[in-house]
C-alpha cells in the first residue's frame, strides 16, 4: 500500500527565515498532490495541489515542487511568521471511483519563533 | 466564505452504544467524505460518498459504520456497538464537482468522540 513520510515530525525555524518541508511516498506515482495545514483542534485547511506534469506552484509565501523520479514533493515557505506555526500534511489521492480517497502524511509540525 | 460544519463539537458515548456524527456539507458540494484522526496520528480516510451512494472506503469502515444523506443538506455518519478504539476525532469533509478528481477537499472543525 501506499506509504508516505514527512521529513519530521517537528521542525523550528526563526522568523524571517524559509521553512521547508519534505514529503515522500513509496510506490506509484500519483497524478497531483495535495497540501494542507492543520491547527490544533481543527480541520485541515486546503494550502496548495501540483500535478504531475507540473514543476513547480506557486501561491504567496508558499512554493511547492513535485518530482515523480524521486516521488518526493517540498513545500516551502519563505518569509516565515510565527502565524505560519501549524501542523502541514501532504495527501495523494488514492481513489479509484468517483470521489477522492486521500492518503495523508503524519506531518510535520513547524514552530517559527519570533 | 461557506463552510462545513459539525455537530456536536464533542460526543460522549458509552461503550457499547450507538453515535450518530452530524454533517452540513458546503451547499454546492457533490462529494462528501469522513475521515477519523486518533490522537496524536495522521488523517486516516473512511468513506467517500457521491450521488447518494458510497463511492470508496477503507478498511476502517467496516460493518460498524454506516453513511446517510438523509436530506438535501446533511451528510452523516453512524457508527453501532461503539469501541474504546473508536475515540478519535472525526472530520467531514466534501468537494465540489469540476475539473476531475483536481478539487481541494474542503474539512469541517470535527466531532471529538470519546468512548468510555
Known amino acids: 500500500s501506499q506509504k508516505i513520510e514527512q521529513n519530521s515530525e517537528a521542525l523550528n525555524i526563526q522568523e524571517g527565515k524559509t521553512a521547508t518541508l519534505t514529503c515522500n511516498y513509496t510506490?506509484?506515482?500519483?497524478?497531483?498532490l495535495q497540501w494542507y495545514r492543520q491547527d490544533p483542534g481543527r480541520g485541515p485547511v486546503f494550502l496548495l495541489l501540483?500535478?504531475?506534469?507540473?514543476k513547480e506552484k506557486r501561491k504567496e509565501r508558499l512554493k511547492v515542487t513535485f518530482d515523480t523520479t524521486l516521488k518526493q514533493s517540498l513545500f516551502h515557505i519563505t518569509a516565515s511568521q510565527p502565524a505560519d506555526s501549524a501542523t502541514y500534511l501532504c495527501a495523494l489521492d488514492m481513489g479509484l471511483g468517483y470521489g477522492q480517497n486521500f492518503v495523508f502524511g503524519p506531518g510535520t509540525r513547524l514552530s517559527v519563533l519570533p | 466564505e461557506p463552510e462545513v460544519t459539525q455537530t456536536p463539537s464533542h460526543q460522549v458515548t458509552q461503550m457499547g452504544q450507538e453515535v450518530i456524527l452530524r454533517c452540513v456539507p458546503i451547499s454546492n458540494h457533490l462529494y462528501f467524505y469522513w475521515y477519523r484522526q486518533i490522537l496524536g496520528q495522521k488523517v486516516e480516510f473512511l468513506v467517500s460518498f457521491y450521488n447518494n451512494e458510497i463511492s470508496e472506503k477503507s478498511e476502517i469502515f467496516d460493518d460498524q459504520f454506516s453513511v446517510e444523506r438523509p436530506d438535501g443538506s446533511n451528510f452523516t455518519l453512524k457508527i453501532r456497538s461503539t469501541k474504546l478504539e473508536d475515540s478519535a476525532m472525526y472530520f467531514c469533509?466534501?468537494?465540489?464537482?469540476?475539473?476531475?478528481?483536481?478539487?481541494?477537499?474542503?474539512f469541517g472543525d470535527g466531532t471529538r468522540l470519546s468512548i468510555l
Open positions: 510506490n506509484y506515482s500519483p497524478a497531483y
Open positions: 469533509a466534501s468537494s465540489p464537482r469540476g475539473q476531475g478528481r483536481l478539487q481541494p477537499q474542503h
Open positions: 501540483i500535478r504531475e506534469n507540473e
